[in-house]
């Protein structure tokens, strides 16, 4: 009884898992964060892409592989 009582009170690693939380939670705000800002980043290349390939009198349409977006 003295032994549980004991093991209850002990609280050497609560740290670690405090610490492992703390990661836990940056980085999934982190995969969040990257995931929300890489749809921001394809439609700012996509623009430039498209006002580049107007300017040189093409025609741009965004193709699945991204080949061949701008035709003439």
């Known amino acids: 009884m003295v032994e549980l009582i004991k093991f209850l009170k002990d609280d050497t690693?609560?740290?670690a898992i405090e610490y492992a939380l703390i990661a836990s939670l940056v980085s999934i705000f982190?995969?969040?964060g990257?995931?929300?800002?890489?749809?921001?980043?394809?439609?700012a290349f996509v623009?430039?892409?498209d006002?580049?390939?107007?300017q040189v009198g093409g025609?741009?349409?965004l193709t699945a592989t991204?080949?061949?977006?701008?035709?003439f």
């Open 59 to 61: 025609s741009f349409t």
């Open 47 to 49: 623009d430039i892409a």
């Open 51 to 54: 006002v580049i390939c107007t």
């Open 13 to 15: 690693g609560a740290t």
């Open 30 to 32: 982190g995969i969040v």
């Open 34 to 43: 990257y995931s929300a800002s890489g749809n921001v980043v394809t439609s």
């Open 66 to 71: 991204g080949e061949n977006s701008c035709t």
